[in-house]
């Protein structure tokens, strides 16, 4: 049989630690993640030592907001696990569409 399917729940704590890893918005631990997305340290401490203590739709959102997380990737793995700033993202929508003009013009 396959490995375990990894759950939302699961995801949600792989962000937690790669924020901590990271430092986002001068995270460093779980304390400081959980205050930045309005959490107390029980509830960190429950859904770490919990498998059957799942995170809320409440949780979910607020980590998505704060940090800018997919909410694709906690609730179904799909990536990039970040977003980005919305500068980042017209950045990018800008060189796609630099992109297809010079396509067009080199197929010409």
Known sequence: MGAPKETVRDRWLKVMALAI???????????????????????????????????????????????????NYIIMGMLPIRLGSQKDIQSKLKAIEQAKVILKKASV
């Open 21 to 71: 890893k990271e430092n986002w918005n001068g995270v460093r631990n779980d304390l400081t993640f959980g205050k930045e997305i309005g959490m107390v340290p029980q509830q960190i401490s429950h859904i770490k030592s919990n498998e059957k203590r799942n995170v809320t739709v409440g949780q979910i959102e607020a980590l998505c907001k704060k940090f800018g997380v997919n909410a």
